[in-house]
């Protein structure tokens, strides 16, 4: 089983940054993908962003590439955003796959963390 805990949430106005962590734990391996989603009211959940930790492959979504950035520290991946938009207001989701690959498709992550709220005012 593996858990996974994300931090780093919070509020900020249009054109600042936040960053996420992601914290995996329990029965990962060498390799595995840290993938980002994100859901906003009333909207379907989309993907971000993810990171392949052995090989530091990163994939981004258009409507966050040059914004978003993910990286990885040991055993914590990190989503640093900056530029934000009032538009990247959601409650944004960390998971995990195994193996290293990343996906888009969220039905490919089968360990799911709670979720941060991220909030970005005009």
């Not at 805990?5 to 391996?29: F, I």
């Not at 993908?33 to 971000?48: D, L, T």
């Not at 989701?93 to 089968?110: I, M, N, Q």
């Amino acid at each position: 089983q593996v858990q996974v805990k994300e931090s780093g949430g919070g509020s900020v106005q249009a054109g600042g940054s936040l960053r996420l962590s992601c914290a995996p734990s329990g029965r990962t391996s060498s390799s595995y993908a840290v993938g980002w989603s994100r859901q906003a009211p009333e909207k379907a959940r989309e993907f971000v962003g993810g990171i392949a930790t052995r090989t530091g492959s990163t994939s981004y979504a258009n409507s966050v590439k040059g914004r978003f950035t993910i990286s990885r520290d040991k055993n914590t991946v990190y989503q640093q955003m900056d530029s934000l938009k009032p538009e990247d207001t959601a409650i944004y989701y960390c998971a995990v796959r195994l193996p290293g690959l990343v996906s888009t498709d969220a039905a490919y992550y089968p360990y799911w963390g709670q979720g941060t709220q991220v909030t970005v005012s005009s």
